[in-house]
T-cell receptor, first 113, second 113 residues
Framework: SQKIEQNSEALNIQEGKTATLTCNYT??????LQWYRQDPGRGPVFLLL?????KEKRKERLKVTFDTTLKQSLFHITASQPADSATYLC????????????FGSGTQLTVLP | NAGVTQTPKFRILKIGQSMTLQCAQD?????MYWYRQDPGMGLKLIYY???????DKGEVPNGYNVSRSTTEDFPLRLELAAPSQTSVYFC????????????FGSGTQLSVL
C-alpha cells in the first residue's frame, strides 16, 4: 500500500541549531513533493515545492532535498529560532495532476531558547 | 485579499443532525479540496473539485456530500452526523498545474456528541 511517513512525531532542538525533518514514502512515484507549516488552530501554510528532477531547493533559512532513489525528502531549518516551532507536514502528488495531494502526519518541532 | 474563508469556526452537532460547512475563495482557483484532520494524523482528502460542476471523491468520502455550482464556493454537507465525524475540517484551493501550492482556510472544528 502507499504510505508517507515523517520521521518522528516530535523533535526538540536548541535555538541556533539546524533542524532536520524526514519524509519517507513507499509505493509512490511523485512528480513533486511539498512542505507545509501548521501552527496550532490554523490551516497549513505552503513553504516549498521540489520537483522530481530537482535535487535541492532553498528559501531563506529553509532547504529541501528530494532523493527519488531513496524515496525520501529532507527538510532543513538552519539557525533555528523559537518562532520556527510548529508542525511541519510533507505532501506529495503521485500523478502530477494536482488532483489528490496526500499528506504525512507531520512532525512537531519545538525550538528551545 | 481574503484567500480561503471557512465558516463556521466551531460547531457542536448531535448524532443524526445535518449541517453544511461553507468554503469560499476569492483567488479564481479552479481546484478546491476538503480535508479532515484527526489528532496526530495527516490530512485526509474527503472530496475535491477541478472546476464548477465537477466533483470527485477522495480517500474518505463516506457520510459527506459536496457541490460546486460556482468557482468561488465549495460547500461540504454532512448528513446524519456520527461521532466518527468529529474532526477539524479544512478547505483548500489550488491554482492549477504550474501553480501547485495549496491555500488553506482556517478550519472548522466539529464535534458530534
Amino acid at each position: 500500500s502507499q504510505k508517507i511517513e515523517q520521521n518522528s512525531e516530535a523533535l526538540n532542538i536548541q535555538e541556533g541549531k539546524t533542524a532536520t525533518l524526514t519524509c519517507n514514502y513507499t509505493n509512490y512515484s511523485p512528480a513533486y513533493l511539498q512542505w507545509y507549516r501548521q501552527d496550532p488552530g490554523r490551516g497549513p501554510v505552503f513553504l516549498l515545492l521540489i520537483r522530481e528532477n530537482e535535487k535541492e531547493k532553498r528559501k531563506e533559512r529553509l532547504k529541501v532535498t528530494f532523493d527519488t532513489t531513496l524515496k525520501q525528502s529532507l527538510f532543513h531549518i538552519t539557525a533555528s529560532q523559537p518562532a520556527d516551532s510548529a508542525t511541519y507536514l510533507c505532501a506529495l502528488d503521485p500523478s502530477g495532476s494536482a488532483r489528490q495531494l496526500t499528506f504525512g502526519s507531520g512532525t512537531q518541532l519545538t525550538v528551545l531558547p | 485579499n481574503a484567500g480561503v474563508t471557512q465558516t463556521p469556526k466551531f460547531r457542536i452537532l448531535k448524532i443524526g443532525q445535518s449541517m453544511t460547512l461553507q468554503c469560499a475563495q476569492d483567488m479564481n482557483h479552479n481546484y478546491m479540496y476538503w480535508y479532515r484532520q484527526d489528532p496526530g494524523m495527516g490530512l485526509k482528502l474527503i472530496y475535491y473539485s477541478v472546476g464548477a460542476g465537477i466533483t470527485d471523491k477522495g480517500e474518505v468520502p463516506n457520510g459527506y456530500n459536496v457541490s460546486r455550482s460556482t468557482t468561488e464556493d465549495f460547500p461540504l454537507r454532512l448528513e446524519l452526523a456520527a461521532p466518527s465525524q468529529t474532526s477539524v475540517y479544512f478547505c483548500a484551493s489550488l491554482g492549477g498545474l504550474g501553480n501547485e501550492k495549496l491555500f488553506f482556510g482556517s478550519g472548522t472544528q466539529l464535534s458530534v456528541l
